[in-house]
């Protein structure tokens, strides 16, 4: 069985700064993708960025960006020039590249409450 | 573009009561389909994946139970509410073949 650990249950960042969210997973698979999902007050789930880990090279989509540490197990978020809505909840994911039911089922950490201060 | 729809938004029901929450997606054929619940301070736990119609696989033991009667279609149900099925209940999809989940806007439901 998989496990995704977020270290920090809550983090704040003033706005146009840089943060940077922590995850570290475990798992015995070789194959696998990682996600970062947000959920805002709304909480309505957004993905915000995968990774899938056969590729060495980190994800990016706009002000968002990964560090993908595949030995040590580790995914972290950074999030560019922080904007106020920008605050949410924020959580890791995992899933591995093949489930035999043939579904593909999501492992998600405990998430990190991120504030943006003005 | 697929679109997921949850029916309703909020639900305050008694304990012993029965339930039913509907999630119903557009745009997009034979999906797979996934029940997650959040409660309060916590990340999301699957409670049900379906591949098609009338498939359901449960994750978790419990009082819930899922159906699939169409292929748009998965339904959450209880014939007995208890005070800790409250919580956030999100429906989401895949594609086949497509690892990516997109989720619904969630039933908010409250168990006195």
Redesign the interface.
């Known amino acids: 069985a998989q496990t995704v650990t977020q270290s920090q249950p809550e983090m704040s960042v003033q706005e146009a700064e840089t943060v940077t969210l922590s995850c570290t997973y475990d798992t015995s698979e070789s194959n696998y993708y990682l996600f970062w999902y947000k959920q805002p007050p709304s909480r309505q789930m957004i993905l915000v960025i995968r990774q899938e880990a056969y590729k060495q090279q980190n994800a990016t989509e706009n002000r968002f960006s990964v560090n993908f540490q595949k030995a040590a197990k580790s995914f972290s978020l950074k999030i560019s020039d922080s904007q106020l809505g920008d605050t949410a909840m924020y959580f890791c994911a995992f899933m591995a590249a093949y489930s035999g039911a043939g579904s593909y089922q999501l492992t998600f950490g405990k998430g990190t409450k991120l504030s943006v201060i003005p | 573009s697929q679109t997921i729809h949850q029916w309703p938004a909020t639900l305050v029901q008694p304990v012993g009561s029965p339930l039913s929450l509907e999630c119903t997606v557009e745009g997009t054929s034979n999906p797979?389909l996934?029940w997650y619940r959040q409660a309060a301070g916590?990340?999301?736990?699957?409670l049900f994946?379906?591949?098609g119609i009338g498939q359901i696989?449960s994750?978790v033991p419990q009082n819930l139970s899922a159906s699939r009667p169409q292929d748009r279609q998965f339904i959450l149900s209880s014939k007995k509410l208890l005070l800790s099925d409250s919580g956030?209940y999100?429906c989401?999809l895949?594609g086949t073949g497509?690892?990516?989940?997109?989720?619904g806007?969630?039933t908010?439901l409250t168990v006195l």
Not at chain 2, 98 to 103: L, S
């Open positions: 797979n996934y916590r990340g999301l736990q699957l994946y379906s591949v696989s994750e956030f999100l989401a895949s497509v690892n990516e989940q997109f989720f806007p969630g908010r």
